[in-house]
């Protein structure tokens, strides 16, 4: 393969300390490489003035599975008016079809992309669209924490050692990345009528509290070695007070490392005459105090977009906001979710709150190495509206112009006028790159030193940072050009990312039982055998 320089580039490569310096940056069979002791040969590309950096990484996105699927189904209008942007592929039209996804990532720069929710029972659907969506390497997050088999086993009182090899054999037969717990015992309660359910509250039949299952989860996912720290949606999600709930949540990981997820959306206080208040400052006091948590934002941006959920006693709930007035809600044997539309709106208080408390989590926490970025797509912004949040983080003034445009009584009881931090090109590159690599367990991207795969992003610097970050000047996927000047010119496939914990294999003599007598299909059918991905849909699968 041919080796390529990019010669000229100001590079952004926190990993190795490099902010910025002018450097040429060497490419060969996939992979950043030292530069060469006889350099002649090789292919040159002057990204003179350009600013270079890895890949970027989104950590939390729904691209793939069930609720995405009945979500583009309830919202036909979102697509069927849709300009097709590469008429020759299946699909072009579409807004959130996998094509458009893998291209409209690809053109801001990003190369790695995590479904943050597959259900177990649906895993070889969710694989089979990971797979289809091009040129971005993907990985899934298995939900646990409100399957029948994982409650018995703690109604039981089995050992850690039991609940590990269940994980392990779960990670395994799921081809996932990580573990994902969801509102813990939460969707279980709702299917005996619960209505709402709090971190000490008690699932009824099993005797198990929230907090019990999450933590036997974490326990879990920490003796295995996995990776990435268990994903934890925490309960209460959208609730005036649910700061509360956060910091207990905190609190109950012992100083184990735990990831909370989108905490925008328990970021809450209950104070003042609305009853709806920032919380930030306090979560972000926890956070900063607690250095094994990391959090990612889901950040909140004005607009039509549709909420979608395996929190289902959470969108059950949420139904009667649904705008427009339609919702889908269903059950499985291992959860199950729900899809109601929404759209935020800049003059509605609690709207244009949500949107503050975001952006000063994001300021608020010191380190951004432990911050990450995202919108929860789609549940508080399309990840196409990205660009608009760089912008938000960077540039002070950008933020203070929209302060005076949403709800005033919003913006008096926000802190964000007072916030005065602006992201600097470095803080981006840690916050969508290194540390997201780190986070994951994936020590081969996030970075351009010598061995990573060669996922490069090149951008023309510009003031408008939105600008700057929705196109491009240049893409590499493992060594090979994907975008030029914003536009997708080369379509290449992706791998799917797995771990591989072992475990004992006697679970299998109860898990092989509790399939015959309970399940709907039979435990040989459930699992993803090792050579399913790439015989069946062509995704080459690299375990960790």
């Not at 929404?342 to 949500?354: C, I, P, S």
């Not at 780190?438 to 600008?467: F, I, M, T």
């Not at 991905?533 to 690299?542: A, F």
Request: aromatic share 8%; hydrophobic share 40%.
């Amino acid at each position: 393969m041919t080796t390529v320089r990019l010669t000229g580039g100001r590079i952004y490569d926190p990993a190795h300390g490099v902010k910025g310096e002018v450097r040429d940056l060497w490419m060969r069979d996939g992979h950043i490489i030292a530069p060469p002791a006889e350099p002649g040969g090789a292919h040159t590309v002057d990204v003179s003035g350009k600013v270079v950096m890895a890949g970027a990484i989104d950590i939390h996105s729904h691209i793939a599975g069930g609720n995405v699927n009945t979500a583009r189904v309830l919202m036909p209008e979102e697509h069927l008016a849709e300009q097709a942007r590469y008429p020759q592929y299946p699909f072009s039209g579409a807004k959130w079809s996998a094509f458009d996804t893998g291209y409209r990532y690809a053109e801001m720069g990003f190369t790695t992309v995590v479904e943050p929710a597959v259900l177990p029972l649906n895993a070889v659907q969710a694989h089979a669209e990971l797979a289809a969506i091009p040129i971005i390497d993907t990985a899934g997050l298995a939900i646990l924490g409100n399957d029948d088999f994982m409650l018995r086993l703690l109604r039981g009182g089995v050992e850690q050692q039991t609940i590990n090899d269940y994980v392990a054999w779960t990670l395994r037969a799921t081809r996932c990345l990580g573990l994902k717990v969801i509102n813990a015992g939460g969707a279980a309660a709702f299917k005996h009528n619960a209505r709402s359910f709090g971190l000490d509250d008690v699932v009824p039949m099993y005797g198990v509290t929230s907090r019990q299952i999450l933590q036997s989860l974490q326990r879990a996912v920490v003796e295995l070695g996995v990776g990435h720290p268990v994903h934890v949606h925490c309960n209460n999600l959208g609730v005036a007070g649910n700061v509360e709930t956060a910091l207990a949540t905190i609190e109950a990981a012992g100083g184990l490392p735990m990831h909370l997820a989108h905490v925008q959306f328990y970021g809450y206080g209950d104070e003042g005459r609305r009853h709806f208040s920032s919380g930030a400052a306090r979560l972000t006091d926890a956070i900063n105090r607690n250095p094994n948590i990391t959090v990612d934002v889901g950040q909140v941006l004005f607009g039509q977009t549709v909420t979608i959920s395996g929190d289902v006693l959470r969108q059950f709930d949420a139904r009667g906001i649904a705008n427009p007035r339609k919702w889908a809600v269903w059950e499985a044997e291992d959860g199950g979710g729900g899809i109601v539309p929404f759209k935020y709106r800049e003059n509605n208080y609690v709207n244009a709150l949500q949107w503050a408390i975001g952006l000063e989590i994001f300021l608020l926490v010191d380190d951004p190495w432990r911050v990450f970025f995202t919108t929860d797509h789609p549940n508080g912004a399309p990840f196409t509206r990205y660009p608009e949040l760089f912008h938000l983080l960077m540039d002070r003034d950008y933020r203070n112009s929209w302060l005076e445009r949403i709800h005033a009584g919003a913006a008096d009881v926000a802190l964000l006028r007072h916030l005065d931090r602006e992201y600097s090109l470095d803080d981006i590159a840690v916050m969508t790159r290194a540390a997201p690599a780190r986070l994951l367990g994936l020590p081969d991207r996030g970075h351009l030193g010598p061995g990573a795969v060669a996922d490069v992003a090149v951008y023309s610097e510009q003031e408008d940072k939105a600008a700057m970050f929705r196109r491009a000047h240049l893409v590499y996927k493992n060594g090979q050009k994907v975008v030029e000047d914003g536009r997708v010119v080369n379509v290449v496939k992706g791998r799917t990312h797995a771990v591989a914990p072992a475990f004992d294999p006697g679970i299998g003599d109860p898990l092989r039982d509790y399939f015959h007598r309970y399940h709907l299909v039979r435990m040989e059918n459930y699992a993803l055998l090792p050579e399913w991905l790439p015989r069946t849909i062509g995704s080459e699968l690299v375990v960790h």
